[in-house]
């Protein structure tokens, strides 16, 4: 079974440019988590979309979107790039239904952002 | 609100000890705690998850402990190896105040074994 795939790994952006990081659950997963990862902060959840809808949001700047698409991949879009926004972001996939304790999380590779 | 705590951050030990990684949680309400393992500019990879309702779970050399009363989990790792070097998370899944599930992640302790 494959696990979940991130793209780009790498990435190098100036600031004020845009991005869009795409993240491929594994099959039969439903739900979709977004994570930022800096050395400082460690990590930080984005939010987390299931079955195509935002079900949970972290405390970051509308700057940051995201969307699921029918198939379960994800997208996530960073605009008006900043210094700080350099990170390692990771996507985890799960089954997803909510209230079960089994809900357990896979993480992706993870996709390396730099801003100049 | 939930806060998760690892400590200590850094552990070094010899080859072939026994070591213990401990995670506090001030919040009991949870569904699941989980263990994660990750490598220098990798992905996290899961270890073991224990549900609210099991004390432990078991996987090769890896045992983890849950105790939802204290607040408290911890993760032994048998017969220590070169190999088992990386940074070990830990993270608890509870409902947050307006019933959305949340994921809350301990800062890590990273570990090294010395051959």
């Known amino acids: 079974k494959a696990g979940v795939t991130q793209t780009p790994r790498y990435l190098i952006k100036t600031r004020g440019q845009q991005v869009t990081l795409s993240c491929s659950p594994i099959?039969?997963?439903?739900?979709v988590s977004w994570y930022q990862q800096t050395p400082g902060q460690g990590l930080q959840f984005l939010f987390e979309y299931f079955s195509e809808t935002q079900r949970n949001k972290g405390n970051f700047p509308g700057r940051f979107s995201g969307r699921q698409f029918s198939n379960s991949r994800s997208e996530m879009n960073v605009s008006t790039l900043e210094l700080g926004d350099s990170a390692l972001y990771l996507c985890a996939s799960s089954l997803g239904a909510a209230g079960f304790s089994y809900n357990e999380q896979f993480f992706g590779p993870g996709t390396r952002l730099t801003v100049l | 609100k939930q806060e998760v705590t690892q400590i200590p951050a850094a552990l070094s030990v010899p080859e072939g000890e026994n070591l213990v990684l401990n995670c506090s949680f001030t919040?009991?309400?949870?569904?699941?705690l989980q263990w994660f393992r990750q490598d220098p500019g990798k992905g996290l990879t899961s270890l073991l998850l224990?549900?609210?309702?099991?004390r432990e779970q078991t996987s090769g050399r890896l045992n983890a402990s849950l105790d939802k009363s204290s607040g408290r989990s911890t993760l032994y790792i048998a017969a220590s190896q070169p190999g088992d070097s990386a940074t070990y998370l830990c993270a608890v899944r509870w409902q947050g105040n307006f019933g959305n599930e949340k994921l809350t992640f301990g800062t890590g302790t990273r570990l090294t074994i010395i051959p």
């Open positions: 919040d009991s309400a949870i569904y699941n």
């Open positions: 224990i549900q609210s309702s099991q």
């Open positions: 099959s039969g997963h439903r739900s």
